[in-house]
T-cell receptor, first 114, second 115 residues
Framework: AQKVTQAQTEISVVEKEDVTLDCVYETRDTTYYLFWYKQPPSGELVFLIR????DEQNEISGRYSWNFQKSTSSFNFTITASQVVDSAVYFC???????????WGAGTKLIIKP | ETGVTQTPRHLVMGMTNKKSLKCEQH?????MYWYKQSAKKPLELMFVYSLEERVENNSVPSRFSPECPNSSHLFLHLHTLQPEDSALYLC??????????????FGSGTRLTVV
């Protein structure tokens, strides 16, 4: 069965520290898609990245980077030089080609202290 | 207009009231979704509409009634709700029913409080 685990319920760091949010997934499909979304206090879920199962290249976007490792079924998200505006709940999600429904992790609440 | 717009942003209603949540998408997407997000619970998919046809109803109580008059608009009609229905209700849209391939675009949500 498909599943997404975000073991870190809450992380608190001081501004400018680097922080990594973990995401581990389970799926039997060979074709699947992984996502990260950010939910700031305003409530809207903001799309950050999509990765398909055939593309294991790591991605960097400014201070954000993602490490996709099929060998460990992980899709971790790192914020470099964190800022207070990064404070939010971050969700990892999985979808399989055989099922249109996104499977969500429980989310990690990230608190960046000034 | 931004991608997905939800109104109202906040709603307080009594258990005997009838109200509706509205969602509108300006992205030309073909599928729309209602999600419920309660405190300390995972995101719950409530309804899925594809090309205006309901394709999924995840055992949602009948006091929640969705309506999709066209591919750009989605409503959630509420009546005789319970306090445990208090939550953030999120609308989303995707290019196709198999929205998981490309991800969803979400609205800002309606924070519902039932008193």
């Amino acid at each position: 069965a498909q599943k997404v685990t975000q073991a870190q319920t809450e992380i608190s760091v001081v501004e400018k520290e680097d922080v990594t949010l973990d995401c581990v997934y389970e799926t039997r499909d060979t074709t699947y898609y992984l996502f990260w979304y950010k939910q700031p206090p305003s409530g809207e879920l903001v799309f950050l990245i999509r990765r398909n199962s055939f593309d294991e290249q790591n991605e960097i976007s400014g201070r954000y980077s993602w490490n996709f490792q099929k060998s460990t079924s992980s899709f971790n998200f790192t914020i470099t030089a964190s800022q207070v505006v990064d404070s939010a709940v971050y969700f990892c999600a999985l979808s399989e080609d055989s099922n249109y429904q996104l499977i969500w992790g429980a989310g990690t609440k990230l608190i960046i202290k000034p | 207009e931004t991608g997905v717009t939800q109104t109202p942003r906040h709603l307080v209603m009594g258990m005997t009231n009838k109200k509706s949540l509205k969602c509108e998408q300006h992205l030309g997407h073909n599928a729309m979704y209602w999600y419920k997000q309660s405190a300390k619970k995972p995101l719950e998919l409530m309804f899925v509409y594809s090309l205006e046809e309901r394709v999924e109803n995840n055992s949602v109580p009948s006091r929640f009634s969705p309506e999709c008059p066209n591919s750009s608009h989605l409503f959630l009609h509420l009546h005789t709700l319970q306090p445990e229905d208090s939550a953030l209700y999120l609308c989303a849209s995707s290019q196709e029913e198999r929205g998981g391939r490309y991800g969803y675009t979400f609205g800002s949500g309606t924070r519902l409080t039932v008193v």
